[in-house]
């Protein structure tokens, strides 16, 4: 938001410098993000004096050119050579000395150097009304006024405008400083913190005592449909105006703030909007069909083609200002090309309204526009101005465009929009604040505030909070006013520190994502986090998810961002598309987030833990073979994890989540804690991602229920393990977790591992059949086995599988 210095000096008496009032703001919470200097003709005409032709002689070399003396007060005559017709000796001009910097009407800058043309030195140059910027003449020099002394600087003849201009970054939250009327307001509330400044205490407002009815032959009538959503509504008509270009001073105000002047009433209504904060909109009494007003929602699908240009289809919920005809304006947010002001427009009707915020955010939101009125009108702006506003740019476009006021003023305005009270307490501002501050510089912040006080104790104060303070409902909303208007920097900062030693179980869920975290990150994962808002579109992707029970935001930004995510999911796949587009296609990810859904039973947010694993294992080297990410490696990494937080025991199954072309959901009991698996290629391709993808889905909530905080331990055992390889020959449907089992169920205690070192299938073996060949390794703890007890195990084994499982020895 751009504020300029010299418009805040009409609202109040300013003795600090700008860069002085730069720091005030931002110490109030008023950011000042820089400070630009504005000039209403680039660079000043520094430079340019005014100069004496003292003669003008014809050019040797060139016919068309003259060499003049010049005398510009500095004693000694200059030699300029000059190419303009109407040059002659005893004329007053304006000369650009060498080193001045001149922008033409068109913008071009150029910098003015000694020189030779034709053979003919030239020290400076003699000066158009194009050339120094000031107009469009350009059949010769421009001649001055004989009363102007030479030597005099050619700034001080013009009106050259010069300002500061501060570009603040306004929180939210702030509606009420998004004028300059609003910001002179804080500023006198910081000012009179100050002892130097007291004297700086009054708001000079703009006084509208002079609006009065000329005459009433022009009513335009005006019916609200939905007062909700039209809290109040002012209207007048103003007729025999003539629409022409806004005089400079209105000009350059609004050109100072960046804003580019359309016609003298269109920049009355932008000035009033940046003066006040109050949006207006002006519409052309001539095209108002049967001068009436309705304010209303209009069809779905309704046509309306808006100042841009462009044609919109109106959504039901929409709030239009139309006439008999249709819609006129989209209320709040952008005008009509139908109604708009031209050079032919000779009466308006000029509207000024409080519109439901949520109303216009929402229009705005939908047809995509973001205007300087819908930045204020969903933000909050005074509904306590909305007819003095009014006043004041009826005032205002009578002194530029003349007219007569010719009907009473529109004031719809049913139900008041109250000031809300406050009981501040004075021991919670203490404890707030961390010190005290005294009863009597508390009242006098919230009074420059315009906080009314109503009642003191020693307890605290009663207060009354103006309606345009839409962020100010809640004490500490208060304790924070006076907290930024007293200054953070006046806190002082404790010399001694006080902390509480908290007692957290090792459970604790912080405690064990920090634990997986380190885990994950030292297998060379990196740690992403996805935005909880999400498309709807996802869910069509898999069966998995259901519509029904995706939560909806009521007020998205956008279609993509309408829903809450129902999984990690499609936010890791969007994360890794982006970066295999920029090269980066070998990836371990991990994400702790929440999934959302609405159920029959009410809401549920469970917590995940998402792992990712795409790309080359490790990265590309002189040394080692790059080999792709698998589904064994990528189930590694899981249990390697499970193991780190104690979970050991637990048993799988088939996954049963359509998102995966194979997996294992890993259960302990009827618990399930993680589903794995690779992605299927189709819902990979709608994320443009063609190389495979493992992906894990940990429940989180159930994988803090397994913890335990019982250290378990087990001694080294002196006595040496004994390993045994068998290879057999089984059928192809028999999986290695059977193998496994049935092992294991031998004898538990010796039996210390049994795991799979290699797999052939091939047309050698009979048909329907594969080889594995498994290593189990027996350990006794208390002695070493002898060959008798390993010879007995291994046979138990054999005769185990070859029952259980056909096997055969090969």
Not at 371 to 388: A, K, L, M, N, Q
């Amino acid at each position: 938001m751009h504020i300029s210095y010299n418009w805040l000096k009409q609202f109040i008496k300013l003795d600090i410098t700008p860069e002085e009032t730069s720091k005030i703001l931002t110490d109030l919470g008023l950011e000042v993000e820089g400070l630009t200097r504005y000039e209403s003709l680039k660079g000043g005409l520094q430079g340019v004096v005014v100069g004496h032709v003292l003669s003008c002689e014809p050019h040797p070399n060139a016919d068309k050119l003259r060499i003049t003396k010049v005398d510009v007060g500095t004693g000694i005559p200059l030699q300029i050579v000059c190419g303009a017709p109407n040059v002659a000796a005893g004329q007053k001009v304006p000369v650009a000395t060498i080193g001045t910097e001149l922008t033409d009407g068109e913008g071009q800058s150029f910098t003015i150097k000694k020189g030779k043309i034709r053979g003919e030195e030239s020290f400076g140059m003699i000066c158009s009304e194009e050339e120094l910027g000031l107009g469009q003449g350009h059949d010769g020099i421009m001649v001055l006024d004989d009363k102007w002394e030479v030597g005099t600087a050619a700034s001080t003849l013009f009106n050259i405008v010069t300002d500061d201009v501060f570009e603040i970054g306004l929180t939210p939250n702030r509606s009420d400083a998004m004028s300059h009327w609003g910001v002179a307001r804080d500023l006198r509330a910081g000012l009179l913190q100050n002892p130097a400044h007291h004297h700086n205490n009054e708001i000079i407002t703009p006084s509208v005592s002079k609006f009065k009815v000329e005459k009433r032959t022009l009513k335009v009538d005006v019916v609200i449909e939905n007062s909700k959503k039209v809290p109040r509504y002012c209207g007048v008509t103003i007729s025999d105006i003539d629409v022409r270009p806004s005089p400079e001073w209105l000009q350059n105000r609004l050109k100072s703030i960046g804003i580019t002047p359309k016609n003298n009433i269109v920049d009355v209504t932008n000035y009033v909007l940046h003066d006040l904060g109050q949006p207006l909109h002006a519409f052309d009494t001539a095209k108002i069909k049967g001068l009436k007003i309705k304010v209303k929602n209009v069809e779905a699908g309704t046509k309306f083609t808006t100042l841009d240009g462009v044609e919109r289809i109106l959504h039901e919920d929409d709030l239009m200002i139309c006439d008999e005809n249709g819609p006129m304006c989209l209320a709040g947010v952008f005008g009509g090309i139908k109604s708009a002001v031209t050079e032919n427009t000779t009466s308006i009707f000029l509207e000024s309204a409080y519109f439901d915020p949520i109303v216009v955010r929402k229009a705005a939101k939908r047809h995509g526009l973001n205007t300087d009125s819908s930045f204020r009108f969903e933000r909050g702006i005074d509904p306590v101005i909305t007819e003095y506003a009014l006043k004041h740019a009826a005032l205002l476009i009578q002194e530029v465009a003349g007219g007569e006021i010719t009907s009473d003023i529109i004031d719809f305005y049913p139900k008041k929009i109250e000031d809300h009270s406050v009981f501040l307490n004075f021991n919670n501002v203490t404890k707030i604040l961390g010190e005290e501050i005294s009863k009597e510089t508390i009242k006098k912040i919230l009074v420059s505030l315009d906080i009314k006080v109503n009642s003191m104790s020693d307890l605290g104060l009663g207060i009354t909070v103006p309606a345009y303070r839409v962020d100010v409902h809640r004490e500490i909303d208060v304790i924070e006013e006076i907290l930024r208007v007293y200054g953070y920097n006046n806190i002082k900062t404790p010399s001694k520190l006080n902390a509480t030693i908290s007692n957290t179980s090792k459970t604790d869920d912080f405690k064990v994502q920090n634990i997986s975290a380190n885990q994950l990150v030292s297998q060379g994962f990196h740690e992403i986090m996805n935005n909880s808002l999400t498309t709807p579109a996802y869910t069509d992707l898999t069966a998995h998810l259901k519509s029904a029970y995706q939560v909806d935001i009521l007020n998205p930004l956008s279609t993509e961002l309408s829903v809450m995510r129902q999984t990690l999911l499609f936010g890791g796949l969007e994360t890794i598309s982006y970066n295999i587009n920029r090269k980066q296609a070998d990836l371990k990810l991990f994400e702790f987030g929440k999934s959302y859904h609405k159920l029959p039973s009410g809401y549920e947010e469970p917590k995940h833990l998402a792992l990712f694993s795409t790309g080359n294992n490790v990265a590309e080297s002189w040394n080692t073979t790059q080999k792709p990410s698998d589904f064994f490696e990528f189930k590694g990494y899981i249990n390697s994890l499970l193991e780190r937080l104690g979970i050991q025991k637990f048993h799988s199954q088939p996954v049963e989540n359509d998102v995966f072309s194979e997996g294992i959901s890993l259960f302990v009991g009827p618990e399930l804690i993680v589903e794995l698996g690779i992605l299927k290629k189709g819902l990979l391709k709608s994320f443009d991602i063609k190389q495979e993808v493992c992906y894990a889905d940990f429940k989180w909530d159930a994988v803090l229920k397994m913890l335990s905080t019982k250290i378990k331990y087990t001694d080294i055992t002196k006595f040496p393990v004994v390993r045994r390889d068998l290879a057999l020959l089984i059928n192809n449907q028999v999986s290695f977790e059977t193998v496994y089992n049935l092992v294991k169920q031998v004898d538990k205690t010796l039996i210390q591992e049994v795991s799979l070192f290699d797999v052939y299938q091939g047309d050698k073996l009979p048909e329907g059949k594969k080889s594995y060949a498994i290593k189990i390794k027996l350990q006794d703890a208390n002695k070493t086995l002898t060959d008798v007890q390993i010879d007995k195990i291994m046979s138990k084994i054999q005769k185990q599988l070859e029952s259980e499982l056909d096997a055969q020895l090969r």
